[in-house]
C-alpha cells in the first residue's frame, strides 16, 4: 500500500539519524580520539553505521531512479552502469542482522547457550558421523531384503532411497506407523530390523546427543558464571582496594587488608560471591 512505500524509507532515514547521533556522542566521549581504534565494539559499530549511510543516504544520491534511464538509438530504455551495482549493496542490507550482536552482550544467558554450542560442535560432528555409519548400513542390509517386495520397492528402492527413508521415518519418526505396518504385512523381518534401526538411531543416539549438548552446556554455564562472579568482585573491589593502598607500593599489606576487611563495600562485595569475611 502506498502508506506503507512511504513509512518505511522514511524510518530509514530516522534511524539511520539515530545511528549517526549515537556514533558521533560515543566518539565525542573519548578524550583522545585515537583511543577509540583500541575499542573492537565502537569499530564494529563504526562499521555498521558506515553502512546505513551508504544505503540510506549515498545509494540514493548516487544511484539513478528508473524513471531517469536513458535510451538508446532505437528506442529501448538504458539503465545507468552504476545501477548494476544496486543488488550487490543490497546484499550488505544482510550485515545489519550483526547489530544483535549488541544485545547478545546484554544477555549472558544466551551468549552462554552459543559458547555452548560452539564447544560442543566437536561431539556433534562424530556424532553426526556415527549415525552416517549406522544409517548406512541398516540401508544395506535392507535394501538386500526388501528388494522383491512392494514395499521395497516403494521405500527402499535404490542406497539412496533407502538411506532417506531410514533418515526421514526411522530418525526423525516422520509416519512411522505407516511404512512399519506395510513391512509387518509384507516382511516381517525387515520390519523387525526397522524396528531395530529406530532403537539404535532415534532412541540411543539422538538421546545421547542430547545428554552430551547438555552436559557441554552445562560445562560452559558453570564456567561463565565463576568468570562473570570474578569480574564481578573484580570491578566491585578495585576502586576499594586501591583507596585501601595508603602508600602507594601497589601491594596490599596485612594491616591494609585488616584495613579493607572493615568497609562496607568490601564485605558486601564479598558476601555476594560466597566467601566468608569472618573467617578471612
Known sequence: SEPFYVAFPLMNHLFCVFFLAEWSVRIG????????????????????????????????????????????????????????????????????????????????EIMILIRGLSAALRSVFFTFCLMVIVIYSFALAIRQLASHSHAGSKYFASMLDSMYTLLMRGTLLDNVEELMTELRAEEPLVGLIFLLFVFVAALTVLNMLVGVLCEVVGAVAAIEREEMAVNFVKSRLEGIVFNADTNADKHISRAEFKGLLEKPQALKALHDVGVDAAAL
Open 29 to 108: 566521549a573519548y578524550r583522545r580520539k585515537r583511543d577509540a581504534l583500541r575499542d573492537a565494539w565502537f569499530l564494529f559499530d563504526s562499521a555498521l553505521v558506515a553502512l546505513t549511510v551508504v544505503e540510506t543516504w549515498v545509494m540514493t544520491l548516487c544511484l539513478p531512479s528508473p524513471s531517469s534511464s536513458s535510451q538508446d538509438d532505437a528506442g529501448h530504455p538504458q539503465t545507468a552502469s552504476a545501477s548494476s551495482l544496486l543488488p550487490i549493496l543490497r546484499i550488505l542490507r544482510l550485515l545489519r542482522i550483526a547489530r544483535i550482536a549488541k544485545l547478545l552482550r546484554k544477555m549472558p
